[in-house]
């Protein structure tokens, strides 16, 4: 099968619109040139070479929305950047086959059957899709979710307090299918369907506003210091006592400086502290020993081990605490879903 050069740039070009759309570019409203190349080439080529350019689509979404993952695995995972440029490019090449390849191999099957309404039937595929990808692989890989194209614009985002960010993943999708049947089908029933999602932004874009706008403090106010020990990752990597110890006095000195300064409460980063919460240890005795002079409560996030009856580990969660002035561990959440690189 010879590639064909128009067929071969729209899908490089749907790769490309669709990325632009997400962090950390945020084109307005790319997506929409994206999505309808992209089922141009649905509409116009059989099912084995629409996969084939779809994935070609989907792999240069990959480069351009995940190129960080090569400096994550080299810089935090020790590996070269060859080895990391390879298993980027074998990441790229699964995310493009469980993402773009089988929404098209589904959504073709819709097309074909049913014609223009088939095209209604996408934003349902697509949200599902995304929908799986909270549980598989992995546990959940809901990394740019199609949401994000429309999250920058606050007003619109706060849909997502009913709707979470599927709502606008469904959004994206039918404002798409919406466009490309407004310029393929040349029919003023779709230039209509545009006025009415012209308005429908419009409205939710008033209700955003005014969501915003009608936000009160009614709390009360308190003052909040926020530190950041800047200690680099690769202390972190290859860790010491010495060096968990130097680690623990610079966060004890910073809270320090917040209690003298009149901070009410402090907030430190994720896995800020290097101990576990709940395993009795040498450093956790230490710098509870030594907080308890200052008497500050605190946000931190932990490394949080949960062990067995007998001590062997049971869990490992990334985890919020809050601690009291007293040292005393007042409550804790655990992030649902992990970063599969971190």
Do not use: H
């Not at 989907?58 to 929305?65: D, K």
């Not at 049947?181 to 779709?190: A, C, E, N, P």
């Not at 009160?216 to 990752?233: C, M, R, T």
């Not at 009795?280 to 907080?291: H, I, R, T």
């Amino acid at each position: 099968m010879k590639p064909n050069l128009k067929y071969l740039s729209f899908s490089v070009l749907t790769g490309t619109f669709l990325s632009l759309s997400l962090p950390n570019f945020f084109i307005p409203f790319a997506f929409l040139v994206g999505f309808s190349l992209w089922f141009y080439l649905m509409e116009k080529l059989d099912i084995k070479r629409v996969l084939l350019y779809s994935f070609l689509a989907g792999f240069v979404f990959s480069l351009l929305s995940f190129y960080w993952i090569v400096f994550a695995l080299s810089y935090y995972g020790g590996l070269s950047i060859s080895v990391s440029s390879v298993l980027f490019l074998i990441f790229a090449t699964a995310f493009s086959l469980y993402t773009f390849v089988l929404f098209t191999f589904i959504a073709k099957k819709f097309i074909d059957r049913f014609s223009t309404f088939g095209f209604f039937l996408l934003p349902f595929l697509w949200v599902f899709l995304e929908f799986l990808r909270e549980f598989f692989p992995f546990n959940g890989f809901s990394w740019n979710l199609f949401g994000y194209m429309l999250s920058y614009i606050n007003q619109i985002a706060q849909i997502t307090y009913f709707t979470s960010i599927y709502g606008l993943s469904f959004l994206v999708v039918f404002f798409s299918v919406s466009f490309y049947l407004m310029f393929s089908r040349r029919d003023y029933r779709f230039v209509v369907l545009n006025i009415f999602n012209i308005v429908l932004f419009t409205v939710l874009f008033i209700w955003g506003n005014s969501r915003i706008n009608s936000y009160s403090d009614k709390g009360e106010y308190y003052k909040v210091a926020v530190l950041q020990g800047n200690v680099d990752e690769s202390m972190k990597l290859k860790p010491t006592k010495e060096i968990n110890k130097k680690i623990i006095d610079k966060y004890l000195n910073l809270l320090k400086q917040a209690k003298e300064k009149g901070a009410d409460v402090a907030v430190l980063p994720e896995s800020a502290l290097p101990f576990f919460p709940y395993v009795d240890s040498s450093l956790k005795y230490y710098f509870f020993d030594e907080f308890y002079k200052i008497g500050i409560p605190f946000f931190s996030g932990f490394d949080n081990v949960l062990l067995k009856e007998d001590s062997e580990i049971d869990k490992v969660y990334n985890s919020l605490f809050l601690v009291d002035e007293y040292g005393l561990y007042v409550d804790y959440y655990s992030k649902i879903k992990l970063v599969p690189f971190g």
